[in-house]
């Protein structure tokens, strides 16, 4: 499913491990395509209120692994 412009989602964040942690995570995509990580917790005002308090960061891809250069035997000849 590709997300247009000017759209987010959040999702439940169920790997939760500690009060810091989000209660929610997930990603818009801003007017000129970016997309962009969000995060959001649930809180209580003084008054009891309910609401959302949302970070927005740069997304970031998972890098993928990188592995070591394989050496060159320089016991055989070039050719």
Do not use: C
């Not at 989602?9 to 997309?35: A, Q, R």
């Not at 209580?44 to 394989?70: C, D, H, N, R, W």
Request: aromatic share 8%; hydrophobic share 35%; proline share 5%.
């Amino acid at each position: 499913m590709e997300q247009k412009k000017e759209t987010g989602v959040l999702f439940l964040n169920d790997k939760k491990e500690s009060e810091n942690h989000p209660d929610m995570t997930g990603n818009l995509i801003d007017s000129n395509g970016k997309k962009w990580r969000l995060a959001a917790w649930s809180n209580t005002s003084m008054k009891g209120a309910k609401y959302l308090s949302i970070k927005m960061s740069e997304f970031q891809t998972q890098a993928a692994p990188q592995t070591a250069p394989v050496k060159a035997n320089t016991d055989e000849a070039p050719f």
